[in-house]
């Protein structure tokens, strides 16, 4: 899917039309990561490389479903299968003692552009209060449910 943007240039005479991929993915990250489109858990091209501070576009074959996963380059432990479609930002985990969690922020446009950005987790970037005196939170992965 290509995203199709259309200005009027500074005269009305003039129009300016813009392509772009529907998805564009962006590495906030110090760390170079790798992306893979996946459907029914199946990768379904090479995994791709995203170095720090890149923005690439991303063309998924299948928009239905928007399914990725990524992976540090250095260490190919792929994180959990996560969607494209909705805005959300949720962590990932990676399994890499320095770096073990990666945020992942989702995010459209209303237009049909979707960009996906990878950033490092920081301390206290989801912090959880819990303002019930006598209740308590539990959390755990959607999986493990």
């Known amino acids: 899917m290509i995203c199709v943007d259309v200005e009027t240039g500074p005269s009305s005479l003039v129009k300016i039309i813009e392509f772009s991929p529907s998805v564009v993915i962006i590495n906030k990250s110090i760390i170079a990561i790798e992306i893979v489109e996946t459907v029914s858990d199946k990768e379904q091209d090479q995994w791709v490389s995203v170095y720090p501070e890149q923005t690439i576009p991303f063309w998924p074959r299948n928009m239905k479903d928007g399914v990725m996963r990524v992976c540090y380059t250095f ?11 909705p805005t959300y930002r949720t962590l990932l985990q990676m399994d890499y003692e320095e770096h073990p969690v990666l945020c992942v ?12 950005i990878f950033e490092d987790y920081e301390a206290n970037d989801t912090p959880l209060a819990n303002c019930e005196q ?3 939170v539990s959390f755990c992965e959607i999986d493990d449910l």
């Open 75 to 85: 260490n190919h432990v792929k994180s959990s299968p996560f969607t494209i479609t």
């Open 105 to 116: 922020e989702v995010t459209t446009n209303g237009q049909g552009r979707i960009t996906v």
């Open 134 to 136: 006598t209740d308590s």
